[in-house]
């Protein structure tokens, strides 16, 4: 069963998360879903400080953990908290699902650093095709761009597969 406190029972689509470092593969998958998900990227660098640091700020995201003691913490100082108790990113999503995210995979968050996408100009995907080599096929493909990472987005293959890895577990139908 997954635990929780301080009003969160079901979530809305809009909510706003933040991951502890144990639950980055569980981030980039809000992130692929189009949720605001914080997660080490936008921590001070690693130290002992780290789990006070996820206590006293970001209250307007609910805390994300497999770490009782900071899960209690964070309640404690009345800020919405969720104990994931899965070992497995598919677990992670089921327990999740149970409050209502949804897990759909859309072009509206940067995987790597939650910056919003938009969609990429002519200038900016030369750019990113020439530095990474993508070939003139990228160039017919509808494209996104993160500001921040300079990286370009689309549906291709893998598209495919995360769809299939939702069916697959049960948190999409199947088509």
């Avoid at 929780?4 to 569980?26: H, I, P, Q, S, T």
């Avoid at 998958?29 to 997660?39: A, V």
């Amino acid at each position: 069963m997954v635990e929780y406190r301080v009003g969160v029972e079901r979530l809305a689509c809009n909510e706003k998360f933040v991951c502890d470092r144990m639950l980055k593969r569980l981030a980039k998958w809000l992130r692929l879903s189009g949720y605001d998900t914080l997660c080490d990227e936008s921590f001070p660098p690693a130290s002992s400080k780290e789990d006070t640091y996820l206590v006293l700020n970001f209250p307007d995201r609910i805390l994300l953990t497999r770490d009782r003691e900071l899960y209690n913490r964070r309640i404690e100082a009345n800020m919405p908290a969720i104990l994931i108790k899965s070992n497995s990113v598919e677990g992670q999503m089921k327990e999740l699902a149970k409050f209502g995210v949804k897990f759909y995979p859309v072009m509206k968050r940067c995987t790597l650093c939650n910056t919003p996408l938009r969609r990429a100009k002519e200038e900016e995907i030369k750019e990113v095709a020439e530095r990474e080599n993508l070939g003139e096929h990228i160039l017919k493909k509808e494209l996104w761009y993160c500001e921040k990472c300079r990286k370009l987005y689309w549906t291709g293959g893998h598209w495919k597969n995360m769809l299939r890895f939702l069916r697959k577990i049960g948190l999409i139908d199947e088509e």
